[in-house]
Every structure is written in C-alpha cells, then in structure tokens.
C-alpha cells in the first residue's frame, strides 16, 4: 500500500485517460495484483513475468486449438442444443462453470431457472455460453461463445496499434521507469 500511495503522491495517475477512460483504476489494480503475487510467491512469479511474448503467444495458440478442438467435439455432440444467434426478449450470458448434471443433461444453475418461467410465459430467450469447459449435453439450448472470444483475443494480440486518438498521460514514462 506504500507503493501505491507513493505512486499516487507522485505521479498524476488521476488525470490519466485514454479515450475518455481514467486509466489509473485498472492500473493500480494491475499493479497490486503483482505486488501481491512477487511477495507471496517470489520464484513462480519472476519466472512468470520473465517469459517472453513470443512464448506466451505460443502457449496461448496451443491453448486455443486444444480449446478448439473440445468445442467442435462438444458442438458436433450436442447438436440439437446449438443455438444461433437471433433476436430474443430476454438475452442471457453464462458465466460458463454453474453448471450440475440433473438426471440427463447439464443445467445452468443460474440462467435455467429463469428460462423454465420465460417459456412458461412465452418469452423468447436466447443464452450464450462462455468458457473453455463446455458442458454437453445441455438441458437448455445455448451459443458456445468461446471460440469467438478467443478469436477476438487473438486479432487484438496480434494488430493492436497501440493508437488511441484522446490520449493524456503526463509523466507516465517516469511512473514506468519508476516502478
């Protein structure tokens, strides 16, 4: 916390925006993340973040084709509970991992319930379903969404520009030789 305060004290984190979002946020929860991490796992961390980008985008490829491979096998199983993407009333996101195995198939402990009374009521609904675990056969028709995540990922690893057109970041060069 010392840290944090001191980068507060020093630099002008609060005025820093990228594209009308104050950056520092999502900065300092970065930073005392790793603060966190180097101080109670000191070995495993600097080795962590010691790995090249070259490697990390070879273990996220091989990654992301294991991945691949478990949702075609998971699309092609359960077939008939692919869901295209369509207009709905209601729009449901999974967060992908509540999920119990009742009697035949996997149910969304979350969304499932509310499904049961949208059909009920003749509501349409359509769900999406993320996560590299895919749960079939599926209680409730849904979207794998994952592939298309991983695709997004990928696309912004690989041709991100680091442009942004509203850019004020006084002295962030010094906070980075600093930290």
């Not at 869901?83 to 999974?94: D, I, T, Y």
């Not at 198939?105 to 590299?132: A, N």
């Amino acid at each position: 916390m010392d840290l944090l305060n001191e980068v507060e004290g020093r630099f002008p984190v609060s005025e820093w925006v990228i594209n009308g979002i104050h950056i520092w946020p999502l900065v300092r929860l970065e930073l005392a993340t790793d603060l966190t991490n180097a101080s109670m796992y000191p070995t495993l961390y600097h080795s962590v973040k010691s790995v090249s980008k070259a490697r990390r985008l070879a273990t996220l490829s091989s990654r992301e084709t294991r991945s691949l491979l478990r949702f075609c096998c998971a699309y092609l199983r359960d077939l008939s509970k692919n869901a295209k993407p369509r207009r709905a009333e209601v729009v449901f996101l999974s967060d992908g991992i509540s999920f119990s195995y009742l009697i035949d198939s996997w149910y969304e402990k979350f969304c499932d319930p509310f499904v049961s009374r949208l059909r009920q009521h003749g509501i349409s609904f359509f769900l999406m379903t993320p996560s590299h675990e895919y749960f079939v056969p599926r209680r409730t028709p849904s979207m794998f969404i994952q592939p298309s995540l991983d695709m997004i990922r990928a696309k912004s690893l690989l041709f991100s520009k680091r442009t942004f057109k509203d850019e004020k970041l006084d002295h962030i060069q010094d906070f980075i030789d600093f930290s």
